[in-house]
């Protein structure tokens, strides 16, 4: 069983700066797709960062020119600078790796989430 494990988080004031970091236990195969994803209190997990095997980025709007997604496969870690943070970025962050693969040519889907994060931005 893969485990993921997030770390890094914290308490930061407003305009600071964290680093996120999730490690895998052991090498996946076949990742199709790389993210880091945040829930708020009361609110749904939403999607911040993905990294697709190519490289290629996506933010959502709200973090877009602040927070960084990155991979390093050798370590099998995924990263997640974050700047100029703001209050309304408190809120536990998941990291989200997903393996699609066939299996007797059926495919196959697994996703692997970390425990998640606490990030609280408060001055």
């Known amino acids: 069983q893969v485990q993921l494990v997030e770390s890094g988080g914290g308490l930061v004031q407003p305009g600071g700066s964290l680093r996120l970091s999730c490690a895998a236990s052991r090498r996946i195969l076949s990742i199709s797709a790389r993210g880091w994803y945040r829930e708020a209190p009361g609110k749904e997990r939403e999607l911040v960062a993905s990294?697709?095997?190519?490289?290629?980025?996506n933010y959502a709007d709200s973090v877009k020119g602040r927070f960084t997604i990155s991979r390093d496969d050798a370590k099998t870690t995924l990263l997640l600078q974050m700047h100029k943070l703001k209050p309304e970025d408190t809120a536990v962050y998941y990291c989200?790796?997903?393996?699609?693969?066939?299996?007797?040519?059926?495919?196959?889907?697994?996703?692997?989430w970390g425990q998640g994060t606490q990030v609280t931005v408060s001055s």
């Open positions: 989200n790796l997903r393996s699609e693969y066939y299996v007797n040519s059926v495919p196959r889907r697994s996703d692997y």
């Open positions: 990294i697709t095997s190519g490289g290629t980025t």
